[in-house]
């Protein structure tokens, strides 16, 4: 591959091993070696730039969760060493909170989780991180409310964080203003543009009697802050209660590969949501707050429908979005 180190194999081997330097074998250092020096890295939970800060974060993470492994479920990707690659990593995490941690004091609680990271890859470097983890289920399962965690969240102060809030603010507006219409973005076959195009309509139209022509039958979606969705009835009342939160929502859909590790057909899409939490389906009563949803989706394919979905975001991030927004009626 060009620009890269002459040791990594392809860029699925590139992947897999600078994520097992950094995490399993504690060399958080790599960081500065393993991404550029202004590298932003976009979460709902905050904004970050550049190597420095990707290394204080996963220092922080390594102290409060020291046996943390970040196993590899699938690696699907595009582009080139030209353009830029992009790689689709969804990882199986599982760690133990023994240290202090965002949540505080140790738990000794272990937790295990789902999390998609889409990385642009250029000469042996991230350059563009988008990262979207379950925090939902982690607040849960080291034995916190992540409704009182997110009313918590949603009293600290964003001043401190103008470039995040100033990118909420242009991914809204961006996402809501999107055509329907829009070029599929990404490197995949007319079937992945199709199925884009599918998911697109599902969100944006709210027809979900599409779900029995996209989804198979038996399909199961591994849905973030949710036990798994198994057949047409329960990933209908899935999508029937987030558009219910948010009936006006856009979906853009921002990248769009297919090249997989895994045996099979794979899609991966990586997706933005903006609306208004206007109804009462999720989250508590209406309270009109704008929500972004930063998520991607792994789909497994079998004759033409989806067998099977990986389907991750913050939600607990978009409950403080909600919270912050109650709070804000109320003063």
């Given at each position: 591959?060009?620009g890269?180190?002459?040791?990594?194999?392809?860029?699925v081997?590139?992947?897999?091993?600078?994520?097992?330097?950094?995490?399993?074998?504690?060399?958080?250092?790599l960081?500065?070696?393993?991404?550029?020096?202004?590298?932003?890295?976009?979460t709902?939970?905050?904004y970050?730039?550049?190597?420095?800060?990707?290394?204080?974060?996963?220092?922080?993470?390594?102290?409060?969760?020291?046996?943390?492994?970040?196993?590899?479920?699938?690696?699907?990707?595009?582009g080139?060493?030209?353009?830029?690659?992009?790689?689709?990593?969804?990882?199986?995490?599982?760690?133990?909170?023994l240290?202090?941690?965002d949540?505080?004091?140790?738990t000794g609680?272990?937790?295990?989780?789902?999390v998609?990271?889409?990385?642009?890859?250029?000469?042996?470097?991230?350059?563009?991180?988008?990262?979207?983890?379950?925090n939902?289920?982690?607040?849960?399962?080291?034995?916190?409310?992540?409704?009182?965690?997110?009313?918590?969240?949603a009293?600290?102060?964003l001043?401190?964080?103008?470039?995040?809030?100033?990118?909420?603010?242009?991914?809204?507006?961006?996402?809501?203003?999107?055509?329907?219409?829009?070029p599929i973005?990404?490197d995949?076959?007319?079937?992945?543009a199709?199925?884009?195009?599918?998911?697109?309509?599902?969100?944006?139209?709210?027809?979900l009697?599409?779900?029995?022509?996209?989804?198979?039958?038996?399909?199961?979606?591994?849905?973030?802050?949710?036990?798994?969705?198994k057949?047409?009835?329960?990933?209908?009342?899935?999508?029937?209660?987030?558009?219910?939160?948010?009936?006006?929502?856009?979906?853009?859909?921002?990248?769009?590969?297919?090249?997989?590790?895994?045996?099979?057909?794979h899609?991966?899409l990586?997706?933005t949501?903006?609306?208004?939490?206007?109804?009462?389906?999720?989250?508590?009563?209406?309270?009109?707050a704008?929500?972004?949803?930063l998520g991607?989706?792994?789909?497994?394919?079998?004759?033409?429908?989806i067998?099977?979905?990986?389907?991750?975001?913050?939600?607990?991030?978009?409950?403080?979005q909600v919270?912050?927004?109650?709070?804000a009626a109320?003063?």
């Open positions: 591959m060009k890269f180190d002459d040791e990594f194999k392809n860029i081997d590139y992947i897999l091993e600078i994520t097992l330097r950094i995490w399993e074998g504690k060399q958080p250092e960081c500065h070696r393993y991404y550029s020096e202004d590298c932003p890295v976009y709902l939970a905050g970050t730039q550049g190597a420095e800060e990707v290394t204080q974060n996963t220092i922080h993470t390594q102290n409060g969760f020291p046996d943390r492994t970040l196993h590899a479920d699938n690696i699907i990707w595009g080139n060493d030209t353009d830029g690659f992009h790689t689709s990593h969804l990882i199986n995490t599982a760690m133990t909170n240290g202090p941690s949540f505080g004091e140790p609680r272990h937790a295990q989780f789902q998609i990271a889409h990385c642009v890859v250029r000469e042996n470097r991230i350059v563009e991180e988008w990262l979207v983890r379950d939902f289920s982690l607040c849960k399962q080291l034995g916190f409310d992540p409704l009182e965690r997110a009313k918590e969240l009293t600290q102060p001043t401190d964080q103008s470039k995040f809030t100033s990118w909420l603010t242009s991914e809204f507006r961006r996402v809501a203003g999107s055509e329907q219409n829009a973005d990404g995949h076959s007319a079937r992945g199709e199925l884009a195009r599918q998911i697109r309509y599902l969100w944006n139209v709210g027809e009697n599409e779900i029995s022509s996209l989804y198979a039958s038996d399909a199961v979606v591994h849905a973030s802050a949710r036990p798994d969705l057949g047409l009835a329960e990933i209908r009342e899935f999508f029937e209660a987030m558009r219910g939160a948010l009936p006006d929502c856009r979906l853009s859909v921002d990248y769009v590969c297919e090249n997989s590790m895994a045996v099979g057909e899609v991966a990586r997706w949501i903006a609306g208004h939490h206007l109804g009462a389906t999720l989250w508590g009563p209406a309270t009109r704008p929500v972004l949803i991607e989706s792994h789909y497994r394919l079998h004759n033409g429908r067998v099977e979905e990986w389907l991750v975001f913050d939600e607990l991030s978009v409950m403080t919270e912050r927004a109650r709070i109320q003063s």
